[in-house]
């Protein structure tokens, strides 16, 4: 019914950038909010930003506040995270997932992306 697909995962260096992307298909795209959480190995799954259904609103986790931008086309139905100056500890699976209604923040989201990787040597 409703499916993600992240996109743009992928061994980088330390201080490369990288763009992810999350392709969205189903139902009305717009109704959506979309959030990315990582998960490192031996840890929990963890926020990192979101975007509100009209991209009016944006939000970051502090670990990636000034190096990290979201933004979504409702045309295309892709929302994009833009990734700079990307450290080691950022090597994680990144997951985009999409919700209606509460908040962004919490992983309690109706519907999830497989994941992608990016594994960040230093």
């Known amino acids: 019914q409703v499916q993600l697909v992240e996109s743009g995962g992928g061994l980088v260096q330390a201080g490369a950038s990288l763009r992810l992307s999350c392709a969205y298909s189903g139902r009305t795209f717009r109704s959506y909010h979309v959030g990315w959480f990582r998960q490192a190995p031996g840890k929990e799954r963890e926020f990192v930003t979101a975007?509100?259904?009209?991209?009016?609103?944006?939000f970051y986790a502090d670990s990636v506040k000034g190096r990290c931008t979201i933004s979504r086309d409702n045309v295309k139905n892709t929302v994009y995270v833009q990734m700079n100056g990307l450290k080691p500890e950022d090597t994680a699976v990144y997951f985009c997932?999409?919700?209606?209604?509460?908040?962004?923040?919490?992983?309690?989201?109706?519907?999830w992306g497989q994941g992608t990787q990016v594994p960040v040597s230093s």
């Open positions: 975007v509100t259904w009209n991209g009016g609103r944006t």
């Open positions: 997932a999409a919700r209606r209604s509460g908040s962004v923040l919490k992983n309690d989201y109706e519907y």
